[in-house]
């Protein structure tokens, strides 16, 4: 298993399209987390899945956010009728399940420009 | 809520100097820690994590941090600089496992030759 695998790398995209982004887990994580990070700051915690279970979703930042992890293993995140503020980068990372926290595996991330 | 504060946004140091990186936590129970690093346009690598074990947490690449309970930090060090640690690192505080991580805003280590 090579890590935590996002995609695509870069998107350019009009404002008012929509996007989606993938990402695959590690395979044996159950466990999948999709962050934000814009310029100059730490990243910024969106949602999370157990297995196919969005367990929180609250901290999506708008109704224009969704994601889904339709069989518990890879997961999409869609942006519709992006906004120029939607510019940043978007990883996601996964972790196994268990009482202690080890700490996340992420990919590379997803960057996302809207012009 | 848990939280973390990085004390300076951007350090500098000389290569083969002491690298120490300040990280404050709030947390109202027992905390989950962590230091990451990023390189340009990647994601972030774990460096080193507390989970309530060793006080004293070495990680990769000769980093180590400290949690000190009583003055609520973290503080990340190396003993000596190469121009490869030259990165952004995050502090991340979580409450619990499955927990989401809440980052810090990052400082920027530049290493001069």
């Known amino acids: 298993d090579t890590g935590v695998s996002q995609d695509p790398r870069h998107k350019i995209t009009k404002r008012g399209q929509n996007v989606t982004f993938r990402c695959d887990p590690i395979?044996?994580?159950?466990?999948l987390y999709w962050y934000r990070q814009t310029l100059g700051q730490g990243p910024e915690f969106l949602t999370y899945?157990?297995?196919?279970?969005?367990?929180?979703k609250s901290r999506l930042l708008s109704d224009r956010f969704s994601a889904e992890r339709p069989k518990g293993s890879f997961s999409t995140l869609e942006i519709q009728r992006t906004e120029q503020g939607d510019s940043a980068m978007y990883l996601c990372?996964?972790?196994?399940?268990?009482?202690?926290?080890?700490?996340?595996?992420f990919g590379s991330g997803t960057r996302l420009t809207v012009v | 809520a848990q939280s973390v504060t990085q004390l300076g946004s951007h350090v500098s140091v000389s290569e083969g100097a002491l690298v120490l990186l300040r990280c404050n936590y709030s947390s109202s129970v027992p905390p989950y820690l962590f230091w990451y690093v990023q390189y340009p346009n990647q994601g972030l690598q774990l460096l080193l994590k507390?989970?309530?074990?060793?006080?004293l947490v070495k990680g990769i690449n000769g980093f180590e941090a400290e949690f000190k309970k009583s003055e609520t930090s973290f503080h990340l060090t190396k003993p000596s600089a190469h121009m490869r640690d030259a990165a952004e690192y995050f502090c991340?505080?979580?409450?619990?496992?499955?927990?989401?991580?809440?980052f810090g805003k990052g400082t920027s280590l530049l290493v001069t030759p």
């Open positions: 991340a505080v979580s409450q619990n496992s499955g927990y989401a991580l809440n």
């Open positions: 507390y989970t309530s074990a060793a006080t």
């Open positions: 395979s044996e994580h159950n466990r």
């Open positions: 899945f157990q297995n196919e279970a969005q367990l929180e």
């Open positions: 990372a996964s972790s196994p399940s268990g009482t202690v926290n080890y700490g996340y595996t």
